[in-house]
């Protein structure tokens, strides 16, 4: 991080600070890091001591000591150490945030919101733009008002970029985390039906996004997935990229197998993940990498070096089966792609679908989820496993196969046979990726 002093952390987000005795020395003490986790705690650290629903990191300042703060941050309590008072931490920690991003200098902050592809496509910029140039970006999906602050909190002098995940699950959040982390270049990818218990519709979802423009610095570059018309008329001038041949950036011949996605964009590209998608979230890598100034054999450099993040698409070989494990998150639009990514891989033997219940839909839940299930069985994909009581109506229609919940799914793993591809598809919180460690286990 880029070094501050403890007097003008409070002044950043109107603060009290608390010295003791030692008050100008304790004053000019120098922050390095920023921690809410005291498990990882570092010397020189300020200690943030945020509050949730079931726990308040207050309680744990004497271990936050312990582990080297020199300072925290608090909103009661009277810790040992130099501290900040303020109203809620939560909040004065996006205030600080913003202050230490208005201190980068040349670091490019690129920010990436969207539905779905989000992490896949962060993934795929930083694999292009570390070719050439030095930055971060952030850890797994840190995209919320914790995860944002502590991505920007990590950049060094020196970082040419910093890629910031932008997600949301309530309207606003989008615009106040491009307000926070005012990105020089921003990207939306796939828009899908995710979270319509607040947003409503598809419509709401894509205003939220587009929110994202909020917070675009003057000058700054607005990339946009132009196959979505509506969500095109919801920004300002922005350049496109997609399927559709109007884009500003089209991926043409794309080509998808289990080694990973082709496809032509002026010039041949290839990035080792599966999905006519990723070819889609590529052209955002691609698009920002020329905005950077990297050259198209370093941008193909990086994408074809770039590696998935966890539970994405992830294909994985275990003994004589073949896995697929698409299980950190879905909605429907999401679903579909990776349904439709099964159905185009030529495979010798049989395809298997193992497909848990999509969350947070609202009032589209139950109409979702019949929509998914007539399309599995219309790809003739081969057996159908559901899990969840959202495809409860499934448990009577031979040879389809239901489980109340991941735990009784596993006993599927005694049906696999040598030779399967099977896909595992679903909402996170139905954990089904214990149906892939029940296969692992089977075949060891």
Request: charge should be negative.
């Amino acid at each position: 991080m880029l070094p501050l002093t403890l007097r003008e952390v409070a002044a950043a987000i109107d603060g009290t600070l608390v010295c003791g005795a030692l008050q100008a020395v304790s004053e000019s003490t120098q922050i390095g890091r920023v921690c809410t986790d005291t498990r990882q705690m570092h010397p020189d650290s300020l200690f943030i001591a945020l509050k949730g629903e079931t726990f308040d990191a207050h309680d744990h300042l004497d271990d936050a000591i312990a582990g080297g703060a020199v300072a925290a941050m608090v909103d009661h309590g009277a810790p040992s150490i130099p501290h900040v008072r303020v109203a809620n931490t939560r909040l004065a920690m996006g205030r600080l945030a913003n202050h230490v991003r208005r201190r980068f200098g040349e670091t490019k902050v690129i920010a990436v919101a969207g539905s779905n592809g989000k992490t896949g496509t962060k993934h795929l910029i930083h694999s292009v733009l570390a070719t050439r140039l030095r930055g971060t970006m952030s850890p797994k999906s840190f995209n919320n008002d914790v995860g944002v602050p502590l991505t920007l909190f990590d950049v060094e002098p020196g970082h040419d970029y910093v890629i910031v995940e932008i997600g949301t699950n309530h309207p606003g959040e989008v615009r106040h985390l491009s307000l926070m982390c005012e990105p020089d270049i921003a990207i939306i990818t796939s828009i899908g039906e995710e979270h319509l218990e607040f947003f409503k519709d598809l419509h709401g979802v894509r205003r939220e996004n587009a929110d994202i423009a909020a917070g675009v610095r003057g000058g700054g570059r607005i990339f946009v997935i132009g196959d979505d018309s509506h969500l095109r008329t919801l920004l300002p001038t922005t350049s496109t990229f997609g399927f559709d041949p109007t884009n500003d950036l089209v991926a043409r011949d794309v080509r998808t197998t289990l080694e990973g996605t082709s496809f032509v964009a002026g010039t041949p590209f290839m990035v080792p993940q599966i999905g006519r998608h990723n070819a889609s979230n590529a052209l955002a890598a691609i698009a920002v990498g020329r905005a950077m100034g990297l050259s198209d054999d370093d941008i193909r450099t990086g994408l074809a070096s770039a590696t998935a993040p966890e539970m994405r698409m992830q294909k994985r070989t275990i003994g004589p089966v073949t896995i697929i494990n698409d299980a950190y998150n879905a909605n429907p639009t999401s679903v579909r792609a990776a349904l439709t990514t099964l159905a185009e891989i030529d495979w010798p033997g049989r395809k298997i679908v193992v497909l848990g219940e999509m969350r947070e839909l609202g009032d589209t839940a139950a109409a979702a989820h019949h929509t998914i299930a007539d399309l599995a069985k219309s790809l003739l994909l081969g057996q159908l496993v559901f899990v969840g009581d959202a495809f409860a109506f499934t448990a009577s229609n031979v040879p389809d196969s239901w489980y109340s919940h991941a735990d009784a799914a596993c006993a599927f793993a005694d049906c696999i046979r040598p030779g399967d591809l099977i896909l595992i598809k679903a909402s996170r919180s139905i954990r089904l990726e214990k149906v892939e460690a029940a296969i692992a286990a089977r075949f060891a």
